[in-house]
């Protein structure tokens, strides 16, 4: 979200926090149905003794009660009949995660704290801008990449998301804000709160891409919640090597972590850079399928001063990005308890984005957003940890 920057140094505010809303059933012995694909589903009417020539036919009634309605209560879905309903009840949830904790702060961003069925917890961020907003999705417990001026890299990572987990968090959101269409209605897409989707929360999601694509796929479904993939971004350290699949399987809008100009410096802020350096990753850049001149690749630029926002560094960054169809979000750094780090000065910020415009490239700066609630980009974190397991004797 862009727009005129905030005073970096501002004292952080208090905002109101209070328990989320008790929404959905809770996960019963059988496994949820959110999350699975039509075969899955398919075969999940099987194991309830549904007649082979029903079966497609249950499963598009689910998917439409499920992704388009977002009813989370098998006995609201009123073309099943009894039996079916009191057998899926009986069987399976249709549960999103559960909220812990709510945190609205003063610019109208929302964080959600979320507990999974194991315990587990997560952050979820809705930022709204206008008349809709933007919905920031975790994609894994806790971090394995350690991005030094990340508050999630303080984190281990516990364990990836599963498809259900990633998509519920959506369909959560949905719940709160009120976002699902009138039963009557189809899909509204041009009057939806949540307007776009940054898979730019918790984790890396290319560490997870085969569930973080299972969720997108259903997301995008035309015949569900129906989100256009050019409404979904997906955000990555610069994962290399998954990188191409994601422009040809998934097609959506492609952020890269960059955050330094040579390989120096991003080995420190971002340590996956020793794997897969500047110019592997930059080849990567040129090489994604779906990018093109309507579809930029954006460049995510945290600015931290004195470490990578001098003007020889925009120069440089101008050199590195030539020739690709780019973006570059300037970050003012959102401090965090622990960091090292400080916020580029406004002056600072000002003239590195005046050389990049100069040059062409659109570089709008960030206006930090939740800060008083921890919301801002790079300060998602919880209190999960990787249990260990139990010896047995």
């Not at 879905?77 to 069987?91: C, I, T, V, W």
């Not at 009138?182 to 984790?203: K, L």
């Not at 040129?286 to 001098?310: C, G, W």
Request: glycine share 6%; proline share 6%.
């Amino acid at each position: 979200m862009t727009g005129e920057m905030m005073n970096v140094v501002e004292p952080l505010t208090v905002a109101s926090s209070r328990p989320g809303p008790k929404l959905g059933p809770k996960p019963g012995d059988g496994f949820n149905l959110i999350g699975l694909t039509r075969p899955e589903l398919v075969a999940a009417m099987a194991e309830l003794d549904v007649p082979e020539r029903q079966r497609k036919m249950r499963v598009q009634q689910l998917w439409r009660w499920f992704y388009n309605r977002g009813v989370n209560n098998f006995d609201e879905m009123s073309d099943l009949g009894k039996d079916l309903r009191k057998h899926l009840a009986e069987n399976h949830s249709i549960a999103r995660p559960a909220i812990t904790t709510r945190l609205d702060s003063t610019d109208g961003t929302i964080k959600w704290l979320l507990r999974l069925v194991d315990g587990n917890e997560i952050e979820m961020v809705y930022i709204p801008d206008l008349d809709h907003g933007a919905l920031c999705i975790s994609s894994q417990v806790g971090c394995t990449l350690n991005c030094d001026f990340c508050h999630t890299g303080t984190m281990p990572l516990v364990r990836n998301l599963t498809p259900e987990e990633i998509l519920g968090q959506f369909m959560l959101a949905r719940d709160c804000l009120n976002d699902w269409p009138q039963q009557s209605e189809g899909p509204r897409e041009n009057a939806r709160i949540i307007s776009t989707i940054v898979m730019m929360g918790m984790g890396e999601p290319l560490l997870n891409y085969d569930n973080v694509a299972k969720a997108l796929n259903i997301i995008m479904d035309g015949e569900g919640i129906a989100l256009s993939r050019r409404a979904i971004t997906l955000s990555t350290a610069g994962l290399v090597p998954a990188m191409e699949r994601c422009g040809r399987e998934l097609r959506v809008n492609l952020a890269v972590s960059l955050h330094a100009v040579n390989d120096e410096v991003r080995n420190k802020l971002v340590p996956l850079n020793r794997r897969h350096p500047i110019a592997e990753l930059i080849q990567a850049c040129h090489d994604y399928p779906s990018a093109n001149n309507a579809r930029r690749i954006t460049f995510e630029y945290v600015m931290l001063q004195k470490i990578n926002d001098s003007l020889e560094d925009a120069h440089e960054l101008v050199r590195l990005l030539r020739g690709l169809p780019a973006k570059i979000n300037l970050i003012p750094f959102n401090p965090w308890p622990g960091s090292s780090y400080e916020c580029s000065s406004n002056n600072r910020i000002h003239r590195f984005a005046a050389v990049l415009n100069d040059a062409g490239f659109a570089a709008p700066i960030r206006t930090p957003r939740g800060r008083d609630i921890m919301a801002a980009c790079g300060q998602l974190k919880s209190d999960s940890e990787k249990k260990k397991r139990s010896l047995k004797p």
